[in-house]
């Protein structure tokens, strides 16, 4: 095999040929080339993923700033109603890259959007953070 610098203009990282872009290049074209039909959160899988999680958390169980995946904005558990079911404790595009199922409910859990915007904007900032 013969290492080359990938196609997309501008990123330095090297490939193996005869793949043509990198992992996070690739990710980043499927993530732009979605659409309504396409979204992973469209999907039955999906949504019975949400229905589950939401029914086990009812109320947000964000620790606040007294634990790991915590908002920080409050101490102790939020208690707020949850309204959306987080992908806990490995983001969606992590559990697809250890070939684990993203729609188990043991790898989610209930927040409410407040929790879970601080929380997202931590750890993926406008959601396409792809530094390490």
């Known amino acids: 095999m013969s290492w080359r610098v990938c196609s997309t203009p501008g990123c330095p ?22 659409t309504r039909g396409h979204n992973p959160y469209n999907t039955k899988g999906h949504q019975s993923f949400r229905r589950q999680v939401l029914a086990r958390d009812p109320y947000c ?3 606040g700033d007294s634990g790991r995946g915590g908002c ?9 109603p949850s309204t959306i079911a987080d992908h806990y404790p ?34 993926r900032p406008a959601g396409f953070n792809t530094r390490q």
């Open 13 to 34: 990282n090297l490939i193996e040929t005869p793949a043509r872009k990198c992992d996070a290049c690739a990710r980043a074209q499927r993530d732009r080339a979605r």
């Open 90 to 123: 490995y983001e969606r595009t992590e559990l697809i890259d250890m070939r684990l199922n993203p729609n188990d409910p043991k790898f989610g859990r209930g927040l409410c959007k407040q929790c879970h915007d601080v929380k997202t904007g931590k750890t």
């Open 61 to 63: 169980v964000c620790p």
């Open 72 to 80: 920080g904005k409050h101490h102790g558990l939020c208690g707020n």
